[in-house]
């Protein structure tokens, strides 16, 4: 498949189920993230169940400014994106070129504050693994594996932040060169939906390590 | 391809203000003192976030049978996974001591 002229491969009997088994693969590869995740999460359930009065404090000294307004950030480029895939099934490629570059520019705002953050962090005496001075001024069990885990989820995170990015960044190279167009156009909805995946472990990330403090 | 006419550029941008209204609302509501239910709270409108994008955003809602069987087969095994783990955890405790065995036994 070279561009938008051949209709589908040819192990394929049509587009329509080239582009459906398609789907269907992202979804079993983005289940497979899910449990990644999910490993993660049982973890940071366990550790906070066992040491509530450490997540507290921990909590208390996290940047909710930042983690909020990067929400905000990740929230507005899942639209951004979702409607990049619609102008290109509408065929408005500058639209969709367009659409796609506020998308990474909104990946690349979210990572420039998480690494502003990790800095301030670092700053304050807060390393992964218990290491700094918070941790002498803040002897409470529970304190070390709440920012370790903070450090090992919202990193893992990145990753896939950055990953997204390198992928969309690839998308638009193949819509500029025109090697994606309707009616094939489905690579562009799966990138999206690798995306889409970074802003739902968010939205799970944001209340656990910047919003519940207040118990 | 897909049924198409369920996605399209205002059922977008109608989920997107229920995204940021909603981001506004966990916001809020990490304000409030409201006890043990904080984290219950948040992660609940956090799980109508996350739907919001999938059905929509994912158009899940336009996709075949098969696509919405995996992600609902495979949101229901991790809950459940999550749900024993946490009900290990909350109910662990010492376990009572036998009684003490009587002289001379049965």
Same mark, same amino acid.
């Given at each position: @498949?070279?561009?938008?002229?051949?209709?589908?491969?040819?192990?394929?009997?049509?587009?329509?189920?080239?582009?459906?088994?398609?789907?269907?693969?992202?979804?079993?590869?983005?289940?497979?993230?899910?449990?990644?995740?999910?490993?993660?999460?049982?973890?940071?359930?366990?550790?906070?169940?066992?040491?509530?009065?450490? +997540?507290?404090?921990?909590?208390?000294?996290?940047?909710?400014?930042?983690?909020?307004?990067?929400?905000?950030?990740?929230?507005?480029?899942?639209?951004?994106?979702?409607?990049?895939?619609?102008?290109?099934?509408?065929?408005?490629?500058?639209?969709?070129?367009?659409?796609?570059?506020?998308?990474? #520019?909104?990946?690349?705002?979210? $990572?420039?504050?998480?690494?502003?953050?990790?800095?301030?962090?670092?700053?304050?005496?807060?390393?992964?693994?218990?290491?700094?001075?918070?941790?002498?001024?803040?002897?409470?069990?529970?304190?070390?594996?709440?920012?370790?885990?903070?450090?090992? $989820?919202?990193?893992?995170?990145?990753?896939?932040?950055? #990953?997204?990015?390198?992928?969309?960044?690839?998308?638009?190279?193949?819509?500029?060169?025109?090697?994606?167009?309707?009616?094939?156009?489905?690579?562009?909805?799966?990138? #999206? @939906?690798?995306?889409?995946?970074?802003?739902?472990?968010?939205? +799970?990330?944001?209340?656990? +390590?910047?919003?519940?403090?207040?118990? | 391809?897909?049924?198409?006419?369920?996605?399209?550029?205002? /059922?977008?941008?109608?989920?997107?203000?229920?995204?940021?209204?909603?981001?506004?609302?966990?916001?809020?509501? %990490?304000?409030?003192?409201?006890?043990?239910? %904080?984290?219950?709270?948040?992660? %609940?409108? /956090?799980?109508?976030?996350?739907?919001?994008?999938?059905?929509?955003?994912?158009?899940?809602?336009?996709?075949?049978?098969?696509?919405?069987?995996?992600?609902?087969?495979?949101?229901?095994?991790?809950?459940?996974?999550?749900?024993?783990?946490?009900?290990?955890?909350?109910?662990?405790?010492?376990?009572?001591?036998?009684?003490?065995? /009587?002289?001379?036994?049965?």
């Amino acid at each position: @498949m070279t561009n938008g002229t051949r209709v589908h491969a040819e192990h394929f009997e049509s587009l329509e189920q080239q582009a459906h088994a398609a789907h269907l693969g992202m979804w079993l590869f983005l289940a497979s993230e899910a449990l990644l995740f999910s490993g993660l999460f049982a973890l940071y359930t366990l550790a906070r169940l066992e040491h509530p009065a450490g +997540f507290h404090v921990g909590l208390q000294h996290a940047e909710k400014t930042i983690g909020s307004i990067n929400t905000l950030i990740l929230l507005t480029s899942s639209y951004s994106v979702a409607s990049a895939v619609l102008a290109l099934r509408a065929g408005k490629r500058s639209a969709t070129l367009t659409l796609l570059a506020v998308t990474i #520019a909104l990946g690349l705002g979210f $990572m420039g504050l998480k690494f502003f953050e990790y800095a301030r962090h670092f700053a304050e005496g807060i390393r992964p693994g218990g290491q700094g001075s918070f941790f002498a001024e803040f002897p409470v069990p529970g304190v070390a594996p709440f920012w370790t885990l903070y450090y090992v $989820m919202t990193g893992l995170h990145v990753l896939h932040v950055a #990953a997204g990015l390198s992928v969309l960044g690839w998308m638009s190279w193949k819509v500029a060169r025109r090697t994606i167009l309707p009616p094939y156009d489905h690579p562009l909805a799966l990138a #999206a @939906m690798l995306w889409h995946l970074v802003d739902i472990v968010w939205i +799970f990330l944001w209340p656990l +390590f910047y919003l519940t403090e207040r118990v | 391809m897909h049924e198409h006419r369920r996605v399209n550029r205002r /059922s977008f941008f109608l989920v997107f203000v229920a995204l940021i209204a909603l981001a506004a609302l966990s916001y809020g509501l %990490s304000f409030a003192r409201v006890g043990a239910l %904080s984290v219950p709270l948040a992660l %609940s409108i /956090s799980a109508i976030k996350v739907t919001l994008v999938a059905v929509f955003f994912m158009e899940l809602v336009a996709q075949r049978f098969v696509n919405r069987f995996v992600v609902v087969v495979a949101m229901g095994m991790l809950s459940t996974l999550l749900a024993l783990m946490a009900a290990d955890v909350l109910t662990r405790g010492t376990p009572p001591l036998a009684p003490p065995l /009587s002289a001379g036994g049965p």
